[in-house]
């Protein structure tokens, strides 16, 4: 349920975005407020504790004048149709649907720890040069890799981790003996 209600109202925001020639608008808002919307703020506006004048109170205040107007809107009819929960996943949905637009991969990146924006772009370029795509990579901590990173789109992996090293010398080891 969740899902189609995710697909349905992301496919209708990116047409609202499509129609008014703001998908990049929308798509900077959308990976700034994914980077700071968390579960208890979600249950926080879908509070039945909250009448719907303080959650669209509180909405205006966080967000009116902030972002873009339409953009705004849509999230007071989230708010009122009780769909605020959905947001993660309806803003997700429009992002798989601005990058298949744009004709973007998307991928996951796998490294032992926290790596900055900065760096994630670098590496993103890189591989976009490689795939002579763009790219958008998806970041993953795995602890198992120890260190270097590991790199997935579509069937496609890139293993530059120190794990993959040591299993590639332990391989040729045994061979050896």
């Known amino acids: 349920m969740i899902k189609q209600v995710a697909k349905a109202y992301g ?4 047409e609202i975005a499509r129609e008014n020639n703001k998908t990049k608008v929308f798509y900077k808002t959308i990976v700034s407020l994914l980077k700071i919307i968390d579960s208890n703020y979600l249950e926080f506006i879908n509070s039945s ?3 719907k004048e303080q959650k669209e109170k509180f909405l205006e205040k966080a967000f009116k004048n902030r972002i873009d107007e339409d953009f705004y809107y849509f999230l007071i009819i989230l708010m009122k149709s009780n ?3 959905c947001l993660t996943e309806i803003l997700n ?19 032992a720890y926290e790596i900055t924006e900065k760096r994630q772009k670098e590496i993103e370029k890189a591989v ?3 795939f002579r795509k763009q790219i958008h990579l998806i970041p993953h901590i795995d602890l198992s890799i120890i260190g270097g990173i590991r790199v997935v789109i579509k069937d496609v992996v890139l293993d530059y981790t120190i794990s993959n090293k040591i299993n590639s010398i332990h391989t040729e080891l045994l061979r050896k003996d």
């Not at 496919?11 to 990116?14: K, V």
């Open 11 to 14: 496919f209708a925001l990116f």
């Open 49 to 51: 504790f909250l009448s």
């Open 83 to 85: 769909k605020f929960l």
């Open 93 to 111: 949905h429009f992002l798989h649907e601005y990058y298949e637009a744009n004709d973007v991969y998307v991928g996951h990146m796998y490294v």
């Open 128 to 130: 976009s040069e490689r």
